[in-house]
């Protein structure tokens, strides 16, 4: 069961199996589930979606919070499922207005959970998510977490976690090198949401 993520980095290797070169458009290294630590979860679903084991895809009660906020002209952000945004991300656009936005949006959450839910385990659709975003300075969380703290994301810390689960908000606006008082006010608001 593989997701298909756009292209994806290819690794040629020497005689020896030593890298010497990474062809392809989009630099990114894959990283399985078990392989992310606990606190990093824990981080991105503070954040992207409190209730993502709970749901099938759909998280109706944040989906109408965000539209009556929406009608009432406060914003209405927040409310696609970390499952709609893997299907917005791979399969259909990230077009937000006018009827293409609403069909787009429709769309997203029958892929969610007629397609995605039912075919994946919430933990490879966790796994799919971290893989196939851009954050910054690479895509995914692996090539984030070598790029900004200089190791694999399984050996992340607490404050190196909540940093990188902040990214999928706006990944160039909370780079960590062009703007350090922005990402570390997300990286305070991530950590409340934990808490």
């Given at each position: ?13 020497d005689k020896n199996g030593i890298e010497f070169a990474r062809v392809g ?77 609403i069909k787009r949006k429709f769309t997203d959450v029958y892929l969610a ?66 703007n350090p008082e922005g990402t570390e006010a997300r990286r305070q608001d ?6």
């Amino acid at each position: 069961k593989e997701l298909p993520l756009p292209n994806k980095t290819t690794y040629i290797y020497d005689k020896n199996g030593i890298e010497f070169a990474r062809v392809g458009q989009e630099d990114r290294e894959l990283i399985e589930y078990k392989d992310l630590p606990q606190v990093y979860i824990d981080a991105l679903i503070a954040t992207e979606d409190s209730r993502f084991f709970q749901h099938n895809g759909f998280d109706a009660p944040r989906f109408l919070k965000a539209s009556f906020s929406q009608v009432l002209g406060r914003g209405g952000g927040g409310a696609s499922t970390l499952t709609m945004q893997l299907s917005k991300n791979t399969y259909t656009s990230k077009n937000a207005s006018g009827w293409e936005g609403i069909k787009r949006k429709f769309t997203d959450v029958y892929l969610a959970v007629f397609k995605i839910e039912p075919t994946y385990s919430k933990e490879e659709i966790l796994e799919f998510y971290v893989n196939s975003q851009f954050l910054g300075s690479g895509y995914g969380v692996e090539v984030t977490s070598k790029n900004y703290f200089g190791k694999s994301a399984k050996d992340l810390n607490l404050a190196e976690a909540a940093l990188i689960a902040g990214l999928f908000q706006a990944p160039n606006k909370y780079n960590p090198y062009t703007n350090p008082e922005g990402t570390e006010a997300r990286r305070q608001d991530v950590l409340k949401l934990m808490k």
